[in-house]
């Protein structure tokens, strides 16, 4: 039966039998584990998110976040023990190094027990995810000092961590932040500003939380380049260890939202009383580049959010329909005794249902994939090979982030329409799924902003290459599918919407040297969701190529020689039910979606400008 | 202290379990497997006694190879060496043969306390704990909810129906552990990178003297009957009709009252 969040089956899958990640244990840096662990992990991390974190869900939104007459933000009451026990169990830095206190648990392993955490209540998951990412930044550029006053006691999830950079007149544009930073004769600074949106910004969860904040040394240039980051404590931390005074950073107001309401987003204010001390972290303006360390980090982590909101909706639609008694079938027209049905018979229901799991799977997929690129770039014995790792995980991160986010949204929004009335109503949790994970097309750079960074910046990235290479894995997927019977015309499909999409992507190559290159900026989005689109298609039928051979396999161990014994075994085994349902979500996908990709293609390449050539005044 | 605590892996509480279409057993495949709810009590009892007198936890059980995974859970929640007892004689052994195997096992080993679970949540048994320490000859208390351990002697609470016992026993005895005695921690990361680590003994029957034979015999597996349909009593919508409906129907249709 299905926990309601996640499909693990489908997870062992693309791990083990997909990417193989087992490969990993063969060496260092991954030579303490094993398929054994890596399954153990996965089932605590299910329980952990079964048994301590998804009790928390309905609770933490109806409670939500709140500001204290003490000017403390307290978090929702059950959020405590869950954090507690989260933390106990080492899953704060589990991705982290066992020298700094992590686990050096592979991303791809990880990410599969995110996907749980996420699924379960992603406003609880942020605060420890943002003290991780944090606590991170200080492991790569702080000193020693600063390491041992702060970073080991956030890795232990003792204190907390957040990101700073959006201020009101500062949002998809962080160059033009406000916040200063002033010279002390001690070599510190005094930080002065306004950042707004800061999730975890304040809590009751930690004695003391870790601000790395975004500002201007007085002096320095404007825009992104005369960005430093600094390290700012809510309350200042003595030589020894013990808590100081309070660092004068004070909370202004907490957000009230459409979704994740158990994540306190906070208007947080540097320095009113002239008295909140920063420390330098790394060389001076350098703070962009050094942010984009936990930025980079934290667009993978909003992927895995959509995926985990997605799935558990998903998971939910399923057994509903299996459920929900409702209207006589089709085929039953004309007979007045026939008997209402659940609903899962319904054409219509059976459709959604189908591409909700297809999406879902896909997905799961490119992001799997994008975490596996990150171990493999560890893992990689030559150089060329971990720059062709890195350049998939650089090249897909805007695409973890926004193609998931976007399809996200959608998925849950039909998981609604499975339940009908019900679904609209907040004693089902459907509804909730959607409006958390809204937000995942927003921060961490709009959904928009990732489409500018894939087209203006990946793209290009490595002279090309990461493109290239990323072509060549789908090309080998189509030419595996090929010489699969069943599989040869879905191939096809993908063939041909692959064509069409290299084709664009090297119009937009030759667009970007020449004087029209609004074409490509204007059309980021849908060719970021066209890219997207042919990564599913790609996972979905790599994925279906394994599992064609498995059913054979089974099929010929079982004796299932005829399409009739072959069929009633989906009903007796659940790994042929597996497998059939794998191959048919990548067949169905590849039939309805893929043929839409080359006529997308054809659109953008035709050059419209309508939207910018239409005056502001006519809209 | 030197503390044992038995494991059996059962099927997940939430496994959909079919009958094989012979009645020999269940369809494994598919099974997710877990530790039996009830050990785990037993194993939480038995390392809160070892972070509070020192010592040594071992975990026994009596199971196939995928047993091993069971034994390794109580390992990573902290327990610090396993026994596995995995001996084809033994598979669909009964609560006799499965206890007669644990005796064998402990019997060599240096115990204060050993813990079970009041039942295994598969064939409800409720026996295994029983009869060791029978076999074994030492003291026994059953559906344990709360303990208390001097370093000499255990004073136990089990609840019986609308009351409670309060049994004080010399140690070593044995505890079959139930909801309510704790809260089960769960296995930690770095527990479960330890745990690989720990050391687990397999034996056979032969290894231990015992010939795993069973007392009983499982004739046949049958699943039970289809539920049939509930009823939805909607005669007259007021909740006085509905009662005097619902009054009706026990005495005459379910004739309960
Ligand atoms: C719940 C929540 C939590 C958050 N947590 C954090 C946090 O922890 N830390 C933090 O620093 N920030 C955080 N943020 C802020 C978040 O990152 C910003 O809201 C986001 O970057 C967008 O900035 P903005 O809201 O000012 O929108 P704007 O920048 O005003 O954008 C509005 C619209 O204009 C578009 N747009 C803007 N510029 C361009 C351009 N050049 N080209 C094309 N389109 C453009 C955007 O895509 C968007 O559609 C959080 C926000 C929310 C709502
Ligand atoms: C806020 C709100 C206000 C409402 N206001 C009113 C009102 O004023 N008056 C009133 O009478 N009702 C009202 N309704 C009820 C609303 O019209 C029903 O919720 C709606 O008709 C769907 O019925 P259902 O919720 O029982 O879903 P179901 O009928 O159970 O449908 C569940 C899913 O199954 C699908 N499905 C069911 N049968 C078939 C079929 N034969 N073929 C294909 N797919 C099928 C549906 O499309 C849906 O996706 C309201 C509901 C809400 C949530």
């Known amino acids: 039966m299905s926990n309601g969040l996640v499909n693990t089956r489908d997870q062992q899958f693309l791990l083990f039998e997909q990417f193989k990640i087992d490969g990993l244990f063969e060496r260092e840096p991954y030579s303490d584990f094993s398929k054994d662990i890596a399954l153990m992990m996965m089932s605590e991390a299910e329980k952990m998110a079964v048994n301590v974190i998804l009790p928390t869900y309905a609770e933490g939104d109806r409670e939500g976040c709140h500001l204290d007459k003490t000017g403390q933000v307290r978090v929702p009451k059950c959020f405590h023990d869950a954090f507690k026990?989260?933390?106990?169990?080492?899953?704060?830095?589990?991705?982290?190094?066992?020298?700094?206190?992590?686990?050096?648990?592979?991303?791809?392993?990880?990410?599969?027990?995110?996907?749980?955490?996420?699924?379960?209540?992603?406003?609880?998951?942020?605060?420890?995810?943002?003290?991780?990412?944090?606590?991170?930044?200080?492991?790569?550029?702080?000193?020693?000092?600063?390491?041992?006053?702060?970073?080991?006691?956030?890795?232990?999830?003792?204190?907390?961590?957040?990101?700073?950079?959006?201020?009101?007149?500062?949002?998809?544009?962080?160059?033009?932040?406000?916040?200063?930073?002033?010279?002390?004769?001690?070599?510190?600074?005094?930080?002065?500003?306004?950042?707004?949106?800061?999730?975890?910004?304040?809590?009751?969860?930690?004695?003391?939380?870790?601000?790395?904040?975004?500002a201007r040394i007085e002096g320095d240039p404007p825009g992104t380049a005369g960005i430093s980051i600094f390290i700012?404590?809510?309350?200042?931390?003595?030589?020894?260890?013990?808590?100081?005074?309070?660092?004068?950073?004070?909370?202004?107001?907490?957000?009230?939202?459409?979704?994740?309401?158990?994540?306190?987003?906070?208007?947080?204010?540097?320095?009113?009383?002239?008295?909140?001390?920063?420390?330098?972290?790394?060389?001076?303006?350098?703070?962009?580049?050094?942010?984009?360390?936990?930025?980079?980090?934290?667009?993978?982590?909003?992927?895995?959010q959509a995926l985990g909101h997605a799935s558990a909706a998903y998971e939910h639609a399923v057994q509903y329909a299996k459920e929900r008694i409702q209207s006589t079938p089709v085929w039953e027209m004309k007979n007045p005794d026939a008997k209402a049905v659940p609903i899962i018979m319904h054409p219509d229901v059976r459709r959604d249902l189908l591409w909700m799991k297809a999406m879902v799977e896909g997905i799961r997929a490119i992001n799997f994939f994008a975490a596996y690129a990150l171990d493999m770039a560890k893992f990689a014995q030559t150089p060329e090979d971990r720059a062709k790792y890195l350049g998939f995980a650089e090249l897909m991160t805007p695409i973890c982030k926004a193609y998931s986010s976007d399809m996200a949204c959608l998925v849950t929004s039909k998981a609604i329409d499975v339940y009908g009335g019900y679904g609209y109503c907040q004693e089902y949790p459907v509804e909730q799924y959607m409006r958390d994970?809204?937000?995942?097309?927003?921060?961490?750079?709009?959904?928009?902003?990732?489409?500018?960074?894939?087209?203006?910046?990946?793209?290009?990235?490595?002279?090309?290459?990461?493109?290239?290479?990323?072509?060549?894995?789908?090309?080998?997927?189509?030419?595996?599918?090929?010489?699969?019977?069943?599989?040869?015309?879905?191939?096809?499909?993908?063939?041909?919407?692959?064509?069409?999409?290299?084709?664009?992507?090297?119009?937009?190559a030759s667009l970007g040297k020449s004087s029209s290159f609004l074409i490509p900026i204007l059309n980021?989005?849908?060719?970021?969701?066209?890219?997207?689109?042919?990564?599913?298609?790609?996972?979905?039928?790599?994925?279906?190529?394994?599992?064609?051979?498995?059913?054979?396999?089974?099929?010929?161990?079982?004796?299932?020689?005829?399409?009739?014994?072959?069929?009633?075994?989906?009903?007796?085994?659940?790994?042929?039910?597996?497998?059939?349902?794998?191959?048919?979500?990548?067949?169905?996908?590849?039939?309805?979606?893929?043929?839409?990709?080359?006529?997308?293609?054809?659109?953008?390449?035709?050059?419209?400008?309508?939207?910018?050539?239409?005056a502001i005044e006519s809209f | 202290m030197n503390i044992i605590a038995c494991v059996k892996q059962v099927p997940d509480t939430e496994a959909q379990i079919k009958v094989k279409g012979d009645g020999s057993g269940i369809e494994e495949g598919g099974i997710k497997w877990v530790m039996n709810p009830y050990d785990e009590f037993g194993v939480e009892e038995a390392l809160k006694l070892k972070e509070k007198f020192g010592g040594e936890v071992t975990i026994i059980s009596v199971g196939p190879a995928r047993a091993m995974e069971t034994i390794r859970t109580a390992l990573a929640m902290g327990a610090e060496k396993g026994i596995q007892i995995d001996d084809p004689a033994l598979y669909n052994a009964d609560a006799y043969a499965t206890a007669e195997a644990l005796a064998a096992a402990i019997k060599?080993?240096?115990?204060?306390?050993?813990?079970?679970?009041?039942?295994?949540?598969?064939?409800?048994?409720?026996?295994?704990?029983?009869?060791?320490?029978?076999?074994?000859?030492?003291?026994?208390?059953?559906?344990?909810?709360?303990?208390?351990?001097?370093?000499?002697?255990?004073?136990?609470?089990?609840?019986?129906?609308?009351?409670?016992?309060?049994?004080?026993?010399?140690l070593p005895c044995v505890v079959t552990a139930t909801k309510g005695l704790n809260e089960p921690r769960y296995a930690s990361l770095p527990g479960i990178m330890k745990a690989k680590k720990k050391p687990v003994d397999i034996k056979k029957a032969a290894d231990l003297g015992v010939s795993g034979a069973s007392k009983s015999k499982v004739v046949k597996f049958t699943p039970p009957p289809a539920r049939p349909p509930g009823k939805i009593i909607c005669a007259d919508d007021t909740p006085e009709g509905k009662a005097a409906e619902l009054a009706k129907l026990l005495r005459e249709e379910a004739k309960v009252i």
């Not at chain 1, 899953?91 to 749980?116: K, N």
């Not at chain 1, 599918?481 to 290299?502: I, N, P, T, W």
């Open chain 1, 85 to 214: 026990k989260f933390c106990e169990g080492g899953w704060l830095a589990a991705v982290r190094s066992p020298e700094v206190g992590g686990q050096g648990m592979p991303v791809s392993l990880y990410t599969a027990c995110s996907e749980f955490f996420g699924a379960a209540n992603f406003a609880f998951l942020m605060y420890s995810g943002l003290t991780s990412g944090a606590a991170h930044l200080i492991e790569l550029y702080g000193t020693e000092e600063m390491k041992n006053k702060y970073m080991y006691r956030m890795y232990s999830g003792e204190w907390g961590g957040t990101m700073c950079l959006t201020e009101p007149g500062a949002g998809s544009d962080v160059g033009a932040l406000k916040t200063t930073a002033k010279r002390l004769p001690d070599g510190k600074f005094l930080i002065t500003g306004t950042k707004c949106f800061i999730s975890s910004g304040d809590q009751d969860l930690t004695t003391n939380i870790i601000h790395p904040v975004l």
């Open chain 1, 232 to 304: 700012v404590p809510k309350i200042r931390v003595n030589d020894d260890g013990t808590l100081g005074e309070p660092n004068d950073v004070k909370v202004g107001n907490v957000e009230h939202k459409m979704g994740i309401k158990g994540s306190a987003t906070c208007t947080l204010i540097f320095g009113e009383d002239g008295k909140c001390v920063g420390e330098l972290l790394g060389k001076e303006r350098e703070g962009m580049r050094i942010m984009f360390n936990m930025m980079n980090e934290a667009r993978l982590e909003v992927g895995m």
């Open chain 1, 437 to 508: 994970v809204k937000i995942a097309c927003i921060y961490e750079g709009t959904n928009g902003i990732q489409a500018l960074d894939l087209v203006g910046r990946k793209l290009g990235q490595n002279q090309g290459k990461n493109v290239m290479n990323m072509a060549a894995e789908v090309q080998n997927t189509i030419n595996r599918a090929k010489a699969v019977a069943g599989l040869k015309q879905y191939a096809a499909k993908l063939e041909e919407a692959y064509f069409a999409f290299v084709d664009l992507t090297m119009t937009f």
């Open chain 1, 524 to 614: 980021a989005s849908p060719y970021l969701e066209l890219f997207g689109d042919v990564l599913v298609g790609h996972f979905l039928l790599w994925g279906a190529e394994i599992a064609q051979k498995r059913l054979e396999e089974i099929f010929e161990a079982k004796g299932a020689d005829t399409i009739g014994k072959r069929r009633a075994l989906v009903h007796e085994d659940p790994e042929v039910a597996y497998y059939e349902g794998k191959v048919a979500a990548a067949k169905f996908f590849a039939a309805e979606v893929l043929p839409t990709v080359k006529a997308r293609c054809e659109v953008i390449k035709q050059g419209e400008k309508i939207p910018i050539e239409m």
């Open chain 2, 108 to 170: 060599g080993l240096p115990y204060d306390i050993i813990f079970c679970g009041q039942r295994a949540i598969d064939d409800d048994s409720a026996q295994v704990g029983p009869i060791l320490a029978e076999l074994l000859g030492i003291p026994q208390v059953t559906f344990v909810t709360k303990l208390e351990i001097d370093g000499k002697t255990a004073k136990a609470t089990r609840p019986i129906e609308g009351a409670q016992y309060v049994i004080e026993t010399s």
